[in-house]
């Protein structure tokens, strides 16, 4: 049973263009949500986070929202970079268990 | 820099061969895990270390083992790896397991099975 869905394993996007990640989560108590970027053949990098406390969370170009109620996650990215390929795993966390990842979105950022 | 650092990058062994995948990391953290990773798939967490206390998921099979001698230092040993154990093993490390936390990956060790 996925706690973690990302249900699109794959996305292209035009440069210059807004790019919109999504992940659904089922567990009320998860209270941190989190972005990584991972390249081929590289660890996971962190990318931006929210606390459950908040709805939405601004690093730059990169953008989460968060909705509780329809325990809902997104990052988007704008304008998108040919730089931004990879793929984007949220995970989701809560106090004193572990992070749980979903599967990816492998993000195409086109010239 | 701080970091976390996996060796080797690379790792051919055989079936059954027993093989050891290390990490270290430079950022004094209590918690070192080990995920497996999988193409297309999240990445599933094998087993973690609090500080000195290992922690074993409910899943993993116990043809995975895990040493952390020290802070800096943590080993995953595959006693007898078969052809599904091919896979991107990921250590990672985390201050605490407190709220806001994030967990530092290494590089990865890319696992082939012959």
């Known amino acids: 049973d996925q706690q973690v869905k990302q249900n699109s394993p794959s996305l292209s996007v035009q440069e210059g263009r807004i790019s919109i990640l999504n992940c659904d989560y089922t567990n009320s108590m998860f209270d941190y949500f989190l972005w990584y970027k991972k390249y081929p053949a590289e660890g996971p990098t962190f990318l931006i986070s929210?606390?459950?406390?908040?709805d939405k969370n601004e690093d730059g170009r990169f953008t989460v929202f968060l909705n509780k109620s329809a325990k809902h996650l997104s990052l988007h990215i704008v304008p998108s970079q040919p730089g931004d390929s990879a793929v984007y795993f949220c995970a989701v966390y809560f106090y004193g268990q572990n992070f749980v990842f979903g599967p990816g979105t492998r993000l195409s950022v086109l010239p | 820099d701080a970091m976390v650092i996996q060796n080797p990058r690379y790792q051919v062994t055989q079936f059954g061969k027993p093989v050891t995948l290390s990490c270290s990391q430079t950022?004094?953290?209590?918690?070192m895990y080990w995920y497996q990773q999988k193409s297309s798939q999240a990445p599933k967490l094998l087993f973690h270390y609090y500080d000195k206390d290992f922690n074993n998921e409910a899943d993993t099979p116990d043809n995975f083992q895990s040493r952390r001698p020290n802070t800096s230092f943590c080993f995953l040993d595959i006693r007898s790896p078969g052809l599904g154990d091919a896979a991107m093993y990921l250590c990672?490390?985390?201050?605490?397991?407190?709220?806001?936390?994030?967990?530092?990956f290494g590089s990865g060790t890319q696992l082939s099975v012959l």
């Open positions: 990672a490390t985390s201050g605490d397991r407190g709220t806001n936390e994030k967990l530092f």
């Open positions: 929210i606390s459950s406390i908040k």
């Open positions: 950022l004094n953290h209590n918690v």
